[in-house]
């Protein structure tokens, strides 16, 4: 579940996988069950974080990807767009100011480091993500995971004991757990949890 990857989204029909992919395409199944009436609940889940995606299906098929389409933010990008002129002076780098509190001791240190304060926290900032980086997309990982599994799981049998395996990061106990389940709801929370691999 890459941040530069676009994101991608799972939809269910009950304990039943009907869809992935697109947001558009996710919807659209959704909105087919939904109008064949059938019997379990019908969700759509965004894969990077786990959580039931909202979707209006009101009125025609484009009427509701309209609404999506503008609901949508657009992909950020860090390029400026091509037709905005350059202007003199350093290049913007998305920098937002906010309130820091430090001890003076900390200002002290700071201003008196190459480049000043800004330069320095940006820095270790940087340098204290790559060091995290691993724990924080394992993290990641099992909240997106408990996201979906509290939202089609919670009554199944071992969702407690699984949710503690997901935690421990104990995969093998997490599998398990999860083996009774139905297959396309436990197949899809051990993506979610451990990767392709699981």
Do not use: C
Request: charged share 25%.
């Amino acid at each position: 579940m890459s941040s530069s990857s676009p994101t991608t989204y799972t939809t269910f029909n009950g304990p039943r996988r009907i869809a992935g992919g697109s947001l558009q395409d996710n919807a659209l199944a959704a909105k087919r069950a939904l109008e064949a009436a059938t019997s379990g609940a019908v969700l759509t889940f965004d894969d990077s974080t786990g959580r039931l995606v909202d979707i209006d299906f009101r009125g025609s098929d484009a009427d509701m990807l309209a609404r999506l389409t503008q609901s949508t933010p657009p992909a950020a990008t860090e390029a400026e767009p091509a037709t905005e002129a350059r202007s003199r002076g350093r290049p913007r780098l998305g920098v937002v100011a906010r309130e820091v509190t430090l001890l003076p001791r900390h200002w002290d240190w700071l201003t008196s480091q190459p480049g000043g304060a800004s330069v320095t926290l940006r820095k270790l900032v940087d340098e204290a993500r790559r060091a995290s980086a691993g724990q924080d997309g394992r993290r990641q990982a099992q909240e997106r995971a408990y996201h979906f599994m509290s939202a089609l799981a919670g009554d199944l049998p071992g969702f407690e004991e699984a949710s503690r395996a997901l935690f421990a990061d104990d995969q093998p106990a997490f599998l398990q757990r999860t083996e009774a389940w139905p297959a396309d709801l436990r197949d899809h929370a051990r993506r979610l949890a451990f990767g392709e691999a699981a």
